[in-house]
């Protein structure tokens, strides 16, 4: 009988201990306070009952985990969301692409293995890079491709500019600009161009642009991309318009202007030689474009620009020559309108 009473007892206090194991394992039960990281596991762990001092790696799962327990020493990529993540938290060691977000990160817990590209940043994984002819943003290859473009040079500013005013230029070096003039036109009298007349930009829309010696853009490109508030002049080709042309003395030049207001127009020309002289005269413009011939009847560079409403436009340059005699010139065949 006394042996009896004291098996009952043992098997009593077997059971208590076991309820009080089995109650302390549950989630529901568990506190800060009762949590060491001996008696957590992944079942039993919930966000409420979590500490940084009783994580470990290997008891920590995406589900309970919050940015307030996570400390980067229980931190792996495997247990990492960005829901989780804070920039206090994070180091190189255990951040991924996945689980990056801008909120998140810091420039120091980011290396070049866990951007979000190979280099740059968030925004742009080309930023911060030195652009070379074979790595160049987009942005930048219309300019690139302009600079690498040869330029005619002529040597303008001479001891002896007379001599060089009087040399003829045979065909090759007028070749490049052929669509931008003619031989015969009417001529100009008492002023620098002829009178401006409206010009219907949607029957004869040139394919491109042309910036001084180079750079070019689709003209709907250029249409869609530039104020229609400023004042603008061109030089009208065949299909391109440009601001820079090479022609032989005597030949006559087609040229458009943009001016957003109509109104009295100042339009001014600069000859450059081995002296330099300058004309004015006011014409008046149509709102929108208009057209105009100008007569290169001076060997020179000549450079134009007009101001209507006091707002200058860009200004366009011809430079002119003399040319080798006739019998060596192939015909110009197109013609301006």
Same mark, same amino acid.
């Given at each position: ?37 001996? #008696? &957590? $596991? @992944?079942?039993? !762990? +919930?966000?409420?009952? =979590? ?5 470990? %790696? *290997?008891?920590? /799962? ?26 206090? #938290? &994070? $180091? @190189?060691?255990? !951040? +991924?692409?996945?689980? =990056? ?5 810091? %420039? *120091?817990?980011? /290396? ?27 942005? &930048? ?197």
């Amino acid at each position: 009988m006394k042996y009896s009473k004291i098996l009952l007892f043992m098997t009593a206090l077997f059971c208590l201990a076991f309820q009080a194991c089995a109650v302390l394992d549950s989630p529901n039960n568990l506190t800060p306070a009762n949590l060491a990281p001996g #008696n &957590l $596991t @992944p079942a039993n !762990l +919930t966000p409420a009952n =979590l500490t940084p001092a009783n994580l470990t %790696p *290997a008891n920590l /799962t995406p589900a309970n985990l919050t940015p307030a327990n996570l400390t980067p020493a229980n931190l792996t990529p495997a247990n990492l969301t960005p829901a989780n993540l804070t920039p206090a #938290n &994070l $180091t @190189p060691a255990n !951040l +991924t692409p996945a689980n =990056l977000t801008p909120a998140n990160l810091t %420039p *120091a817990n980011l /290396t070049p293995g866990n951007t979000t590209e190979s280099h740059g940043d968030w925004i742009s994984p080309n930023m911060g890079q030195v652009s070379t002819r074979t790595n160049s943003d987009p942005g &930048l290859a219309g300019m690139l491709q302009w600079l690498d473009q040869p330029v005619p040079t002529f040597p303008w500013y001479t001891t002896d500019g007379s001599f060089f005013y009087s040399q003829a230029y045979s065909y090759t070096t007028f070749s490049p600009f052929t669509e931008y003039y003619v031989t015969s036109g009417m001529p100009v009298i008492g002023g620098i161009i002829s009178n401006p007349i409206k010009f219907d930009i949607t029957q004869k829309t040139p394919s491109n642009v042309y910036y001084g010696a180079g750079v070019g853009l689709p003209f709907s490109q250029y249409a869609s991309t530039v104020a229609s508030k400023t004042n603008d002049l061109w030089i009208q080709g065949a299909t391109n318009w440009t601001q820079y042309v090479v022609s032989p003395v005597g030949t006559w030049l087609q040229l458009i202007a943009y001016a957003p207001v109509e109104g009295p127009a100042g339009f001014y020309e600069m000859i450059q030689t081995d002296t330099t002289s300058s004309k004015y005269k006011t014409y008046q413009f149509n709102q929108g474009y208009n057209t105009m011939n100008f007569n290169a009847d001076q060997v020179g560079r000549h450079m134009l620009y007009f101001v209507v409403n006091s707002q200058p436009s860009n200004v366009i340059i011809v430079d002119v020559f003399a040319q080798t005699p006739a019998g060596s010139t192939p015909p110009i065949v197109h013609v301006i309108s």
